[in-house]
């Protein structure tokens, strides 16, 4: 299968994407892989509930005194899933520059409210790199023309977002993803994974995956892409921790070639909530350490990357959380207490994300 695309093209081999252009590789610093700045996940998850009750709690603005209910209830409030606000995500990320962050991986793909001007003057006011993703979110979220897309059509219009520019902007993506799966994979689902893979081929992106939270589906997702034709070399698996795979399935995932993710810390631990069909058990950042240190006991280090997953109200400094910052100020001391050396956690931070975000010929 081939994409074709029109417009002019760039030379991005060697070189990583951001939203303000090409970047070399040593300029990306310490690296949150997973983020979201401006995004709206309502049309992904939301469900309008049916009591009244319910209807009031789900259509209250994020407060202090809702803020225990909106902790355990992450996908049932409107405005805790919304980040709409430019100055918000401004001073939020500002926190992460200021405490030694360089580049925020902003995945919010089709069906999340993607802004690339939005991400643009972000990057500029914070100083901070940006790169902005490309593709379909879950099939909840995918407009009504996907449907009628062949996989060709889909794979040209990610090709032209990385080489052209998202619509009229000239703001191109710099990373495929997030490519969102559900329980049970839609067949627009793995249209859209073949498509990725098919616009690897033609730009040397990376792909970032939204799994299905199954174990059994992984290794569905992973032959898909591998027999479109995907680099699962440059492949990120996300959301390994919040959906609590296995250990035999990451060592599927690293087998395969593949990035694991481990990317909610910072959310509130122990909580239960149902989400496609399974319970979501939320691990604890301990439990995630715990997690990291076994991978890397395994062989595993260059096969890590992590980061928070900032698609909430409630995850933010603004709103009690501990924001994009987390990982620097509070996990690495950690993880250096349990006995994770520097050079790992630098692995990890900083050359892992080098290494998959940058285009290769």
Known sequence: MEAKVTGKKIESAGKVQTVLGLIEPESLGITMIHE???????KGFFVEPDSASDKYMAHQPVRMDNLYWI????????????????????????LFHQAGGGTIVEVSSIGLSRDPLGLVNIS???????????????????PRELYHKSVEEIAEGIVRDITVGVDDTGIRAGIIGEIGCSQ???????KVLRAAAISQKHTGAPISVHPSPSDELVQEIID??????????????????IFGFAPPTLDRIVGAGCYVEIDNFGQPAGVLFPLQER??????????????IDLIGKGYLNHILISCDHCYKHTYVTYGGYGYAHIIRDI???MKMKGI????IHTILVENPKRVLTFIP
């Open 184 to 190: 049970p994979l839609d067949e627009n689902e793995k």
């Open 341 to 344: 050396r520097d050079e790992q």
């Open 279 to 292: 319970l979501i058990e939320s691990p604890s950042d301990a439990q995630r350490i715990n997690c990291i």
């Open 124 to 142: 500029r006011a914070t100083g901070l790199n940006v790169i902005m993703g490309s593709g379909y979110y879950v099939a909840s979220s995918h």
């Open 224 to 241: 898909i892409l591998r027999d479109a034709g995907a680099d699962l070399s440059r492949t990120i698996l996300c959301h390994c921790d």
């Open 71 to 94: 902790k355990t209830h992450w996908v049932q409030n409107i405005d805790n899933m919304q980040l709409l606000d430019p100055q918000l995500a401004i001073r939020e990320a500002q």
């Open 332 to 334: 690495i001391p950690a």
């Open 36 to 42: 979201h700045l401006l995004m709206d996940l309502t």
